[in-house]
């Protein structure tokens, strides 16, 4: 699965900052400039929070990032999108991204959960008028 023309060891040089996942791979804390930052209802099924990138702690470069290992499946209902954040100069992994989406109910529910993005989650009526808003009248 690797490129054999990159270097074998794209980790994070703290070892204080790594995050170890349950698939035994390393997420960057030294690479983000707040590890999992609230982003209120702000659900991202792609694309990076730039502002939140530091730059590279491998090759100290600030650039643009790739999205590889990109996946979609279907896990009892619900939409789960994942994909890795990597340095585009050096391929470090930066953050692993997780979005998901169902539906409940009357409402749609979108989730995100990422080193770089954030941490995040929406519900939104699949209704004409939205049940929680509306008003009693008496």
């Known amino acids: 699965n690797r490129n054999p023309k990159l270097p074998s060891l794209l980790i994070c040089l703290s070892v204080s900052h790594r995050r170890w996942l349950q698939d035994g791979s390393a ?3 030294d690479c983000v400039e707040k590890e999992y930052p ?3 209802n ?4 792609n694309g990076s929070f730039l502002l939140n990138f530091t730059g590279c702690a491998v090759c100290s470069k600030r650039d643009f990032m790739l999205i590889t290992n990109k996946s979609l499946r279907e896990e009892d209902g619900e939409e789960i999108v994942t994909y890795d954040h990597l340095c585009k100069n050096c391929h470090h992994v930066i953050a692993k991204h ?4 169902s539906i409940m109910d009357e409402f749609q529910e979108y989730t995100m959960l990422c080193m770089l993005c954030g941490k995040a989650e929406d519900t939104i009526s699949i209704l004409p008028d939205d049940p929680r808003q509306m008003t009693l009248l008496f």
Request: charged share 20%.
């Open 27 to 29: 997420m960057c804390g």
């Open 42 to 45: 702000t659900c991202l099924e």
């Open 98 to 101: 997780e979005y998901t989406f």
């Open 38 to 40: 609230n982003r209120g």
